[in-house]
């Protein structure tokens, strides 16, 4: 009996041991995966919006790996794309001609940026006979701050 006890004792310390070596193992390659560098400039972003609006916050999993670099890419495209920015009362508006910009494209922002960024509220407007694009986001009080903050709005 002592010497059953002795063999599964050692089976547990050996599974504990195994579970512990794994766990450092998924640990280690998960804190690989990402680069330092986004890690850092995630931090501090992180630490920025929670120390100044603890209310607007983005959610980084809503989107997938691919959604977020397709995301991020038509980001960079309508940043650049930028023909007018009007500070609103609640917020600001992003105009855009339509021919730098096409109406699919815009809503195909506001999709995702809705899934991770769900505190926003989204206006798209087409305007001037179809020479405008307009999309407006607003929010709740102090939602202009992160939107400056966000969206380099100066």
Request: aromatic residues 8%; charged residues 25%.
């Amino acid at each position: 009996m002592n010497q059953k006890k002795e063999q599964f004792g050692g089976l547990d310390k050996r599974n504990a041991a195994g579970a512990s070596a794994l766990a450092l193992l998924i640990a280690g390659t998960a804190v690989s995966a990402t680069p330092r560098s986004n890690i850092t400039a995630r931090s501090a972003n992180t630490e920025k919006q929670m120390t100044t609006q603890s209310k607007f916050y983005c959610n980084i999993k809503a989107l997938t790996a691919e959604e977020r670099a397709h995301h991020k890419q038509l980001s960079e495209k309508l940043m650049a794309a930028r023909k007018e920015i009007v500070e609103m009362e609640k917020g600001y508006e992003f105009q855009f001609s339509p021919k730098d910009v096409t109406l699919a494209e815009l809503a195909d922002w506001v999709v995702n940026e809705s899934r991770c960024c769900p505190f926003f509220d989204f206006h798209i407007d087409l305007e001037n006979e179809g020479k405008l694009i307009c999309l407006r986001l607003t929010g709740q009080e102090g939602i202009k701050q992160f939107i400056r903050a966000e969206f380099a709005v100066q």
